[in-house]
């Protein structure tokens, strides 16, 4: 708890762009949450660097993911975002909590397993040990509440035991979390393949509607979207394509499957698809106005940033120090 509210915890990777599917499913659900939580919004750098990257992307990508969580309506005023690296007691404490973890635990780790096949020319020890910076992540802000797509939820268990288990040693340290998961938009799927979540890390392109492309490049992907033979718009058990349009439609325009398939009713794939497309595109059309707005003035931006640290850093540094003082550190 933070001045009475319960704090809330969410990070991104500035890796990739974000897709419909994490705006849906998170960006655009968090500016309500900071009526109920006091939230903190990180740019996971550091972690985004447990695979290659790039050094000019992954600052610039820094900066875009910045700017989008601004863009889809985050307050700097009522919420902390800010970049990991710029907070140094996140690297800190995750060192500590390595010894408090497991290596059986984080071998574990499905996203590990999976990882380390695609990239099996480079898995370090980051790689490895990544849910444990996540985990100092978490902690570091007494957070009570993780707001997190099913991909990750197992990462914020293992958070938990990490926690409970330097509890166990050191009653009181760490407020353990529970992982929060959003009703609507957690599923968005591949427009390729769509049995598969949309995930940004796909490699065809046609798969994945990023928040950024164009309206063009929106609806032509639509268009595109895998479906099935039949010429009927209904929700039904092995239409995943036509099934995954209609949530995409639905949490755009707030209607359920029975309206949308009585307004499609007599209507080809092809209008319905068109359909998805428009209300995809002028639903992004203002966040995206105001991420390019937001980008082209970086002083504005860096200051934000700093704003943010500061204030994470503070709160990072309490928690830190009661760690150091619970191992038997030297405080001076
Ligand atoms: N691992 C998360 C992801 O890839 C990103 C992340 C890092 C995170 N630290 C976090 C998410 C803390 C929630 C809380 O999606």
Known sequence: MLNNMPVSYSGIQPSGNLTIGNYLGALRNFSAYSEKYKCFYCVVDEHAITVRQVPADLRRRTYETFALYMACGLDPEKNTLYVQSHVHAHAELAWLLNCFTMFGEL?????????????????????????????????????????????????????????????????????????????TGMKIMSLAEPTKKMSKSDENPNAI?????????????????????????????????????????????????????????????????????????DALAPVQKRHAELLADKGYLEAMMKKGADEAAYYARKTLSKVQKKLGFVML
């Open 107 to 183: 071998s574990r780790m499905t996203q590990f397993k999976d990882k380390s096949q695609r990239h099996a020319d480079n898995i370090n020890a980051g790689l490895f040990t990544y849910p444990v910076l996540m985990a100092a992540d978490i902690l570091l802000y007494q957070t009570d509440v993780v707001p997190v797509g099913i991909d990750q939820k197992q990462h914020v268990e293992l958070c938990r035991d990490i926690a409970e288990r330097f509890n166990a040693i050191h009653p009181g340290t760490f407020t353990v979390p529970e992982p929060i998961m959003a009703k």
């Open 209 to 281: 509607v990023y928040i950024l492309d164009d309206r063009d490049t929106i609806i032509r992907k639509f268009k595109r979207a895998v479906t099935d033979s039949e010429t009927c718009i209904r929700y039904a058990e092995g239409k995943d394509g036509i099934n995954n349009l209609m949530s995409i439609y639905s949490c755009f325009t707030g209607k359920g499957f029975e309206e949308i398939e009585r307004e499609f009713e007599g209507k080809g794939y092809g209008d319905f698809k068109l359909a998805v497309g428009e209300v995809c595109a």
